[in-house]
């Protein structure tokens, strides 16, 4: 059955019918070609000829031009559509004019790098020239790194690498950054929030030494889909960029599907697992020959999922190995393999995280499935346009999950297609990142005079660093005179440096696996059932010390869930003194693991539980809080007054991620019945990453909004008592919990209004 009869199929299925919220057809698209410019070398031309490539996309040949004519250019066009040779193609065509050019390619994945220098190195070999194409991260051997530093003409790298292995070390690149060119900064829609305000201080490195050098190079930038991807690229480079956005590519015609699983319980709001529902649509995509893709929130969907489904492959008499998960943690050789397999169309089904939403080359697949709302338009359609070819039709179904987000979506479809996707935000000037990397640009080049580091100098900030005796300061230069290496020390994405490796013990030792330190006690506590490529392993166990996990296969009808206990203090508040009921300011937040659930496979249900015994981790971040003044919620209960906080709580959490148009996971949330610092009940919206983006403060700023979100997301709900869609099951907020969620709403709106007209009777209005 091909995709256009699967379609036809699901249509005539009046089940599936009745839970689909959104049927989108989108025609296919003829190509929009141009022949290539005069200009380019023709020794070029001919060598993509004989690759098949005789015309340009029309936003290929503007890419040209505007590179052409010395100006920075960010191409902005959906996934396929041949964004690689817009680089490509000034790149080569100067290296080939002037073998003494050079090129600094950045990926955000050693993955992403590894696939793009196989397809440049082919071109190269076509090409027939002497050009010295290679990837340079911690993979990279020893004696390969002195042959890429010295004739090295195009070197693939990532921010990392690029952030503590060559910037701090640039004496050994004086060939580099003598003769470099260009930048080509791809993927970058996803330099946004904490990483990309790093990758910013980065590139403010990376042109100050290239100034040290006497070069001044052009940056080609590369993006999926956003809503302002000149103003990002803008702020990422800090310089005037040309967006290129006309898409030349053609495409085959796309359904969009939006599935809402039925309800099982209208009373409680209770729906249909959308996992079990994403495995039964999966499963009739891989029976019928479909080659699909389906996307999970996280590791342990993944893996549960991709159980499901290769026990489904089994039944069907699907070859070994037809269906492959794909995350992170996979070691490198594993996901080659995987993407090799997709591309060959060995592999007919991959279960993945977003790992496999940037434009790692994995063929054209048919069908795509996603499981729950990625949480931004432009991820949602990332993930989408991994299925498509140019010619033929492709399927994508969004399962929503019961989160309070993914119904928004699924219930206002029109949100969703009528919606541009939402803006790239970062804050280069954040003062803790800025602090860093003022410190590591210390480190490679001394500052002299009253030189800026980003838009101005940066002279308080070095005045202070002198006062730490960090920088020495003679005449007018500051030097480095700490004897710590600063960019080690620096995370840009701020996961923990130190992984965990992961150890199969069953036949002698062999590594598996990998995780990083905060996810580590969650999934990798002794006892924990850890799910590796559909094969469960039980965790024996686990060195804090030495970041090992030793596990041994097993084979079981469950898997575990670990519960997580959080505690917050305010250390300082930055809001305004005698605010009647939010703040925002610093706070250190503690993680504890408590217990773990063992989960039933299938079923989903609690068969056992256990006990984690691992050390308290801690973060400082920042928080927006809100407080009920009294005398709301004085007359309840301490059961009731709990369960209508939870309920509030959730009800923020998931609102805020539309009013920020930032992932949900960026923002988590906390709630004290009587809390020690404001002393009475407090909700705590606070940032996921040991920095701050500003979001505290711009929740703080919008908290009227917020609370009008919310109050309209449980007012639409139809369930009765509370459901996973607004405030939480009843389990969690009590048989009250959304009557009171709702009532606390209005009264903090009520008490926000009183406040205002205070204002305005002071004020004389």
Known sequence: MNVSQFVDHLLADRAFRSCVTAHQRMPPRAGKYREFPSTVDRRLVAALGRRGIHRLYEHQALAWETAAAGKNVVVVTPTASGKTLCYNLPVLDAIARDPGARALYLFPTKALAQDQMNELHDLVNELGLDIKTHTYDGDTPANARRLIRSAGHIVITNPDMLHTGILPHHTKWIRLFENLRYVVLDEMHGYRGVFGSHLANVIRRLKRVCAFYGSRPQFICSSATIANPGELAGRLIEEDVEVVDRNGAPSGERHVFFYNPPLLDRQLGIRRSALLAAKELASDLLANQVQTIVFGRSRLSVEVLLTYLQEEARRRKLPEGAVRGYRGGYLPLQRREIERGLREGKVLGVVSTNALELGIDIGGLDASVLVGYPGTIASAWQQMGRAGRRSTVSLSIMVATSSPLDQFIVNHPEYFFSQAPENGLVNPDNLLILMSHLKCAAFELPFEGEEPFGPRFQGEMLNYLEEERILHRHGDRWYWMSDSFPAEKISLRTAAMDNFVIIDTTEGARVIGEMDRFAAPMLLHEEAIYLHEGQQYQVEKLDWEEKKAYVRRVNVDYYTDASLAVNLKV???????????????????????????????????????????LPEQEMHTTAYWLHLPSPLGDDLGRDELQGGLLGLAHLLVNVAPMFLMCDPRDIQVTAEVRSPFTGRPTVYLYENFPETLGFSEKLYGMHRMLLEGALDLVQDCPCESGCPSCVGPVVEVGEEGKKIARRLLEGLLSEEGKVKNEEREALGL
């Open 571 to 613: 250390l300082d508040v930055f809001s305004e003194p005698g605010e009647s009921v939010r703040g925002y300011g610093e706070v250190m937040v503690s993680f504890l693991p408590t217990i773990f659930k063992k989960i039933k496979l299938h079923t989903h249900e609690n068969v056992g539980w256990g006990q984690i015994h």
